[in-house]
């Protein structure tokens, strides 16, 4: 099955199974029984099973699956095997977080490129990143064949953010700026609203 025919569920749980089964292979542990996985990430055995059959027949029934041959598997269906090229843009308290968080960086997710449009910030480091002017975008993703663009700019600007990035040819975005933005089919668009998944956490407390 390739990879637009799985459920956008399957998905989203391959990044658990891949985080879980790094965690085994630095224990040393050599077999994982599909029961003990699920358990970990929390979705029954059988769902485990299902998931990794869109992929192929990595296990071997009765025993489980070899926990450093999976991770493998699951990296080139992830593409972590190579390393991807980042460029964020808006460098707030959110851009600043993003590109200090080492566990990108221990995936091969490399947040090496930032652009920000207040002066201030422009040629200052962080977290040894160099901050470049917004005008620089499209050159910088031209010049270092960046296909990731991420926005943790405010709402107003974002869709214009999104316009230079496409015009870059960025390839992906991830966006954190909590509106709707418009991209071409072809170039893949995730949004991470925030405040979203929190008023989910206040509606399941309001219904109690």
């Not at 960086?105 to 422009?122: E, S």
């Not at 480091?125 to 910088?140: C, D, F, N, P």
Request: charged share 25%; aromatic share 6%; net charge neutral.
């Amino acid at each position: 099955m390739t990879k637009n025919m799985e459920p956008t569920t399957t998905v989203q749980r391959l990044p658990m199974y891949h985080r879980c089964l790094q965690k085994l292979n630095t224990e040393g542990v050599e077999i994982v029984s599909s029961k003990e996985l699920g358990e970990k990430v929390g979705v029954p055995a059988t769902q485990v099973r299902k998931d990794l059959s869109y992929y192929g027949e990595f296990g071997q029934r009765g025993v489980g699956y070899q926990v450093s041959l999976l991770l493998k598997h699951l990296r080139k269906i992830l593409g972590l095997e190579k390393e991807w090229k980042i460029v964020l843009v808006g460098v707030g308290h959110l851009g600043q977080a993003l590109i200090k968080y080492q566990g990108f960086r221990n995936l091969g997710l490399n947040i090496d490129y930032a652009v920000d449009i207040d002066p201030q910030k422009v040629s200052t480091q962080v977290a040894g990143v160099e901050i470049k002017a917004m005008s620089e975008l499209e050159q910088i993703i031209t010049k270092e064949e960046i296909e990731i663009g991420i926005i943790a700019a405010p709402a107003q600007v974002a869709q214009e953010i999104a316009d230079k990035l496409v015009a870059g040819g960025i390839k992906a975005i991830w966006n954190f700026a909590p509106r709707y933005i418009e991209v071409p089919y072809e170039v893949k668009l995730v949004n991470e609203d925030l405040s979203v998944g929190l008023i989910g956490l206040t509606y399941h407390l309001a219904e109690s």
